[in-house]
């Protein structure tokens, strides 16, 4: 049920949190609130009963460095994690953050709301799944940890109990010397018109040794392709003619059986995408 008049708790502490969520686990968690309500479009927006607001708690705002990973608290906002963070985080993250806009969104906009968006996958999310990024999901006297791999079935629905939070996104740093990440279109408002295409690579002495890459097609799913990005790996630059027309003609084939996942316009952005990589890039 959902009417103009709702609860709303308002924790300070994560334990204070888990034991909310624990006794009302169909209330809400509103974050920065951004995605639950960007899209409304009534005088009156709906909004739900049972409101969980988590904003006032700062251990879900902590951001920290290790030799191995960075972590951030899902309460962070973007533009904090830009300005704390920038010279760690890995570029094409950064460049995908930038681009979420207006910025005054990205003040209010967290990273653990972004990844938890239950109907799409957005810009941030199809990044990190490249990164072997894990989440911390937190109930009242238990924790567990999930590969973002496996934060949705097949079927694009939220592994997350409703009794549990998302506490904290640990991000390991890899070896890419060569990230790039690119968008078309609003994935949160232009479902089927927006595209995003992310790449890391690793390149040493001219040797593709590591090679990734996802599309976001705006939709409950990411597409990427191990097979595609193999073609590539171990492969010396710059490519040969005759290795860069394979590879094209090899991804030209492979997309345009991707009538499910990617629309004709997706299709035709991403081939093209494809192209200038190929051509401009990896000369
Ligand atoms: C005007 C506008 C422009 C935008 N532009 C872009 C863009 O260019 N690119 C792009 O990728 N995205 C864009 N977005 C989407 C934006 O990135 C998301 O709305 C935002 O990241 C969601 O974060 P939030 O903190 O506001 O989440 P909320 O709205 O608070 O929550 C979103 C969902 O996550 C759940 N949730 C939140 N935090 C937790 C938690 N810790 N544990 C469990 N569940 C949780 C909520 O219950 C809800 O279901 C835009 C949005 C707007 C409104």
Redesign the pocket.
Known sequence: MQGIYSHIFYPSTLNELLNLKNKNPDA????????????QKRKIPVIPDNIIQ?SKISE?KKIRRTERYLEIG??A??NKILNVGQHVLPNALAQ?MK????ST??N???????????DKR????SVMILMDVSLE?KRAGGARWIQLTRFFNKNGKIQ?KNN????RIRIPFGNWNWELFK?DG????DTGQ?I?FCILAEIQKGIINDYRMVI?NSGKHTVRNIEMESLLIGKKLPLSLKESSFIVEKYKEWIKSQTMELTPFQRDRTIRFIYWILKELLP
């Open positions: 809400v968690v509103w974050s920065g609130g951004t995605g639950l309500m960007g899209k988590i879900l899902a309460g906002s973007i995908a681009l979420i806009k207006p969104i990205r209010m906009a967290t990273l653990g709301g972004h990844l938890c968006m239950p957005l810009n941030l999310f999901l997350l549990e939070i998302l506490t968008s609003n994935p949160f408002f927006a995003s976001g």
